[in-house]
């Protein structure tokens, strides 16, 4: 009871103070929403697609599509490719790892001028980038323990610490029991990257918040991703940071049903359960299939391991310009919309900071993990 | 005469049968918006016939562009531009015929075990760790520090060891893991049915648990094991001795279709021509019978199981040694061991049977996988797989429809009573 009401008195002294610091950096620097400010939908007409149907491409996507998230992600990057580049290009769905080998084997026998893989074992590119030297090959999401050296493949990979962070400090700010969790798919760093990050971004703005974490161990059980984030807002938890595919669904689904927040990953995914979904830290899988199209258009193809984030464009909010998703603020608990500027421009400050070095986010596929 | 209706007859039914499947799903074709036709072109074609096939037509023959300009029509399972779906499809039959002979030994002696898909992932698992554990070990006993300069006439006798002793651990798991069902319903009358099902679901989450703890190599992404040891490998032919034959290209079939064929034979001469296989079949076809006769029904039955359990487990080691070379976390949901039951369904127990339906399964599913290349999506496939495969169940059904309606041989004894029509 008594650590109840501490904790209370302490969220309104940090609540005035808030509101004081927000009071004084509005008169110095007012937020000003980019999205209302920016010039309302391109008004630019689609120039018609240039015929480029002899340059064909395939692109292997891990698991079937339907998972409103990574998955679709990519997907929906190659279909833009073949309206807007008319390319000719198969997009092939398998149902788990036992099938990549076989799909990009079969993809070879066509001999498209790049087949793109999503998220595949490095082990299973390495045997055929080296069994078939004259197709090109584009990873997208496979990390390499070391530089691979093949001529014949292009690896690219998006950091979403940055990002996550950023989520992080819209978690931290928000929540009203001081408790927020994760919830990944896998206990691996392609995933804690993302986890890591969401959690400095919470205790840079909320110091003494809790962190709560699960893994579902699998990303296409969203039964059991619901359970484990019915558990975690058992436990206390009001914010939860999915990263966990199609398991995820069921995280967003548990906020939903227990009127909690989630915030979501990859795609822009607040309008699956309006009021519920706070953001999404996008990744922009489809942005990366793009490319990796356009340089086989442009003939920029290369070998080689590129990485991107933030500061790229690759990894973003979905409230960020581009996607602009307001929906939070227009379906949202009053309380938590009323902040939501203040939330606004600490990200737009944090996103300034990161970007100029001041703050530095680990990145456990870079650094050790914690 | 007789033998040439005969086989005509025995091969109209399967005929017949999947001419109703695709019929069947026609429908469901039709509803997402794609010609059935084509559709069926696609799947036989990405199933069976060679690169560039459009048209059933190209299963056979097909017409393919020289060098030079010219063209020229060849045969099409012959022709191995890019790879020859034929040698894919041998790389797929080489577990599935051994899980599949693995079902029929167990119900050929009444067991109706379904355990293959744990005895397949068990034997995986143990040649995933004895491929690099053992010639480690080997190494190190040898003094070699380092794996790349050891000696020739060490690395020939490992290529000729190490495989040898791989797969005999695993059929012995496998054969274990099997028998402890058996042992069940032998002396406590414990379903096989339920218990092997049970013991799958051990099986894949012990693997699971493996993959992704004490045997996970490092933090990737998907949890997987350490490669084997390149002298566990059984290099496969496109590596190795056909590495210029295209027909080959991207197929891992190897020594292991050998191996499979060889216990295809082996299998045969045990159920059909040894006093233990007999004693065997007796037990399946009345128990108490049996044992009256003086036939230890319980020993039988055990020994059938542990026949069973070896196979399967070769299958897993053959899967892990030939091909896959380490286990990747979800290589033990795949499921190879219950298309192996549905082989020997199908099959109806038979061994030739086996030799015929397992090429054709490993086929659609490969068609029907790829149908997608075809922009056709690969639900469809699945649907139409399955309406074959629920109409071959019916051949009963269909023969006695067929006899009705041309009464071809009303004097002849159709098929015998335990149902081994194809295998004659």
Redesign the interface.
Known sequence: MFIARSKRILSITVAALLLSVAAVSAQDAEYVDECLAAPAAEAVEAAPAPDNSDISF?IILPN?RGDRSFIDSAAAGAERAIAELGVTG??????????HD??I???????PDLIITI?V???TIEEIAD??PDQMFAAQ?T?F?AEPDFDNLALFNIFTHENSYLAGIAAGMLTRTGIVGSVGG?D????NLFIVGFEEGVLSVCPECELLRSYV?DFSDPVTGKEQALSLYAQGADILYQVAGRSGEGVLDAAAETGNLAIGVDSNQDDLYPGNILVSAMKRVDNAVFTFVERIVNGTYEPGVTNVGMAEGFAGLSWDLGVCSRTFDEAGPEDLVEMLPEVRMAIAEARAAILAGDIVVTNVLLEP?Q | MKFLRRTFDNLSIPVIAVLLGLVASSLFVALANVSPIDTYQRLFCEGFGPRGCETFGDLVFIEVENEDGSLQTVFSPLYGSGGSRIALILEQITPLILTALSAAVAFQAGMFSIGMDGQFVMGAITVAFLGYALPDQIYMLAGVSDPEAAPEALKTAMHLIVPLICLSAAMAVGAIYSWIPGYFKVKLNVNVLISTIIFNAIAVQLVGYLVNYPLRSDLNNIARTRRIDDTAWLIPFNRGIFADVEWFSGARVGIGIFIALAAVALVWFYLRRTTAGYEQRMTRGSSLFARFGGIPTDRAALRAMLISGALSGLAGALAVLGVERRIVDGFATSGVGFEGVLVAILAKESIIGILLVAPFIAGLNLGATNLQFGDIPRQLGGIIISFIILFSAMEDFIRARLTALFKWRPTRQRSAPDGEGAAA
Not at chain 1, 90 to 99: A, D, K, M
Not at chain 1, 105 to 111: G, I, K
Not at chain 1, 188 to 191: A, N, Q, R, S
């Open positions: 395939t079937p198969t997009i092939v769905e398998t149902s788990g790892v036992q099938e076989a799909a084997r079969r993809a070879v026998q066509d001999s998220a074992d490095f082990s069994e078939f999401e990390f323990p896998g691996f760093p392609g995933i161990g993990a």
